[in-house]
T-cell receptor
Framework: SQQGEEDPQALSIQEGENATMNCSYKTSINNLQWYRQNSGRGLVHLILIRSNEREKHSGRLRVTLDTSKKSSSLLITASRAADTASYFC??????????FGTGTRLTVIP | EPEVTQTPSHQVTQMGQEVILRCVPI?????FYWYRQILGQKVEFLVSFYNNEISEKSEIFDDQFSVERPDGSNFTLKIRSTKLEDSAMYFC???????????FGAGTRLSVL
């Protein structure tokens, strides 16, 4: 299975702190995407990183990709209470469908 | 900003009944998908659709499931005879091309009683 696994499963931090979530996967990928999901709601796309990229930034988000280790990390800097959500990585392997990980539930305490 | 829309937001049905979940993908997108998420579990791929035919499907997408693009805007998922275990959130997604960002709808929560 090429499904990703996120680590940690749950993370609780104080507002203003940085949050780091990790994702590991098993097979070669074309790209890796991070999504956010508020409780019981839809998936919001955050960032896509292609297999030939090592790092991407978008606002307070920083994503890294290490294809040799088959891993990615999502860093949210200066977290806010509104960042409280579940975060999923999803890998795209060429078949154009996404394989999602198990998610990290982030709680940012005001 | 264009978005994927799904209707209804919540569908309640009796076991054995047929349901049709509806999606309107973003207008210039060419690839369409259905995913599902059982409560508390990960999002699972069901099927992808391109050029009026299924391009990929998962093991979950058995003979009870079908997809259709009946006109130029709608993309539907039909479950012929629902089972209790079909209860889940169903997400539709679309993207303009291969390996592009997939944009997800807000989902339809299906409850099978």
């Amino acid at each position: 299975s090429q499904q990703g696994e996120e680590d940690p499963q749950a993370l609780s931090i104080q507002e203003g702190e940085n949050a780091t979530m990790n994702c590991s996967y098993k097979t070669s990928i074309n790209n890796l995407q991070w999504y956010r999901q508020n409780s019981g709601r839809g998936l919001v796309h955050l960032i896509l990183i292609r297999s030939n990229e090592r790092e991407k930034h978008s606002g307070r988000l920083r994503v890294t990709l290490d294809t040799s280790k088959k891993s990615s990390s999502l860093l949210i800097t200066a977290s806010r209470a509104a960042d409280t959500a579940s975060y999923f990585c999803a890998t795209e392997t060429g078949a154009n469908n996404l394989f999602f990980g198990t998610g990290t539930r982030l709680t940012v305490i005001p | 900003e264009p978005e994927v829309t799904q209707t209804p937001s919540h569908q309640v049905t009796q076991m054995g009944q047929e349901v049709i979940l509806r999606c309107v993908p973003i207008s210039n997108h060419l690839y369409f998908y259905w995913y599902r998420q059982i409560l508390g579990q990960k999002v699972e791929f069901l099927v992808s659709f391109y050029n009026n035919e299924i391009s990929e499907k998962s093991e979950i997408f058995d003979d009870q499931f079908s997809v259709e693009r009946p006109d130029g805007s709608n993309f539907t998922l039909k479950i012929r005879s629902t089972k209790l275990e079909d209860s889940a959130m169903y997400f539709c997604a679309s993207n303009p091309g291969l390996a592009d960002i997939q944009y997800f709808g807000a989902g339809t929560r299906l409850s099978v009683l």
